[in-house]
């Protein structure tokens, strides 16, 4: 990250190549959700965001 890079996530929280952290919108920015608003949104491993979108508890 020292050179301006994404910080990336363990290899474990990978998933393929999307291996940086990423932005979840808590509402969905396509039903009204905020885009720029940082209460709409969460960090999360790429591992965790495709478990969200996929409905996993």
């Not at 998933?15 to 969905?28: A, L, N």
Request: zero cysteines; a positive charge.
């Amino acid at each position: 990250m020292s050179i301006g890079n994404a910080a990336k996530t363990r290899k474990s929280d990978a998933v393929g190549k999307r291996s940086s952290f990423e932005i979840h919108h808590v509402h969905e920015v396509a039903k009204g959700g905020d885009i720029y608003n940082v209460e709409n949104m969460l960090i999360l491993t790429p591992k965790r965001h495709l478990d969200i979108h996929k409905g996993a508890k």
